[in-house]
């Protein structure tokens, strides 16, 4: 009895109907833009904005690189190894802290 009473209670909130419009808000982050941006676009941009970048911080070359590695092997990006050593260096141009390590 208290399953179909709790079935019956969790059907009748699936079914209520929120009226009231909703307004998101949009939020665009800046990125450096070079000749490169269109690789950043075609392999950064389909899973996640631009701010995951800026979160980051001012990075080493090697922590971008892995960075790079880890969207290609964990997340499955479809970097190309060439894609891949312009993506590292643009973002240690852009968003590097001066350091190779």
Request: with cysteine; proline share 4%; charged share 25%.
């Amino acid at each position: 009895m208290k399953k179909l009473l709790f079935t019956i209670l969790l059907a009748l909130q699936l079914d209520a109907a929120y009226t009231q419009a909703v307004k998101l808000p949009s939020i665009t982050f800046p990125i450096a833009q070079d000749e490169h941006i269109k690789v950043m676009q075609r392999n950064c941009q389909w899973c996640h904005s631009y701010g995951y970048i800026l979160n980051q911080g001012k990075q080493s070359r090697e922590f971008w690189h892995k960075i790079v590695i880890k969207m290609r092997e964990t997340y499955h990006a479809p970097i190309t190894p060439r894609d891949e050593k312009i993506a590292t260096d643009y973002l240690f141009k852009h968003y590097g802290n001066g350091k190779l390590k």
